[in-house]
């Protein structure tokens, strides 16, 4: 079977103001001209989403939100929507990150409704699970994953592989400079994979692109693209400098 399509994003977090986003997107569009191979996603705060979009949206470079909540709109202070992400620009949007889970507390239960919001809005959910480092000292990696995907997946029926990305961090690898080794990642992804074939089929679970997170960078982003079962990267730090970033994406390209 031909490699999935990669899918590389990356994941701005809560940096860059509008106007420092303005100019690492300026440099982002010059660099990624001539990519095709891969698919590229960039995820800014909120409040830099119009600015990246304005530069951006005639480019190869899709957007993404970094999070969203399940309703249409109402009293709740300080998120931001399904329809208001679309408006702004955006296509895709990260559901479940680690900082999500354990910094803010985001549970199974709403992550699951956040990710059918995204679906039914038209939004591709990046749909992030991972263990802790303790979780995988203890043996215990492909029990919480598992558990991760039947809560956050539950109820959830793909029949367009390309409609959810799925994204495999390990916590104990995000934001630390220590990644899983490329033969790590694999093995979790192969058993992603092999889970998201008992939920969807395995015609569907063939094609659905899966992403590794936690440390990616220039110089070990050939090798881990390289892999059977690593569709794309989500890029945290590495992905704020456009060098880095784009690095990356032709590492990406290059394994394509």
Not at 133 to 158: F, H, K, M, S, Y
Not at 207 to 215: A, L
């Amino acid at each position: 079977m031909a490699k999935r399509r990669l899918v590389i994003g990356g994941n701005w977090k809560m940096y860059k103001t509008p106007t420092e986003a303005a100019t690492t997107s300026k440099a982002l569009k010059v660099k990624l001209i001539n990519v095709e191979a891969v698919d590229v996603v960039v995820c800014p705060p909120a409040t830099a989403l119009l600015a990246v979009n304005q530069i951006l949206k005639d480019t190869v470079v899709k957007l993404g939100g970094q999070n969203l909540h399940w309703a249409d709109e109402g009293a709740f202070t300080g998120e931001i929507s399904a329809k208001m992400l679309k408006d702004a620009g955006c296509s895709y949007v990260i559901v479940g990150h680690s900082e999500r889970r354990h910094v803010f507390g985001e549970r199974d239960e709403g992550l699951n409704k956040k990710a059918i919001k995204a679906l039914q809005e038209g939004l591709i959910p990046i749909f992030c699970v991972g263990e802790t480092l303790d979780d995988r000292e203890r043996g215990r990696t492909e029990a919480v994953v598992r558990e991760q995907l039947q809560n956050g997946l539950a109820g959830i029926v793909v029949d367009d592989p390309g409609s959810i990305v799925v994204a495999y961090e390990p916590v104990w690898a995000i934001g630390t400079g220590v990644n899983a080794t490329p033969q790590q990642a694999e093995d979790v992804h192969a058993f992603i994979r092999e889970f998201l074939g008992q939920l969807w089929g395995k015609a569907t679970a063939d094609q659905v692109r899966i992403q590794y997170g936690g440390s990616v960078k220039p110089q070990n982003a050939e090798e881990l693209l390289g892999q059977e079962n690593i569709d794309g990267a989500l890029v945290g730090g590495a992905s704020l400098n456009a060098d880095d970033f784009a690095a990356i994406i032709k590492a990406g390209q290059s394994v394509s």
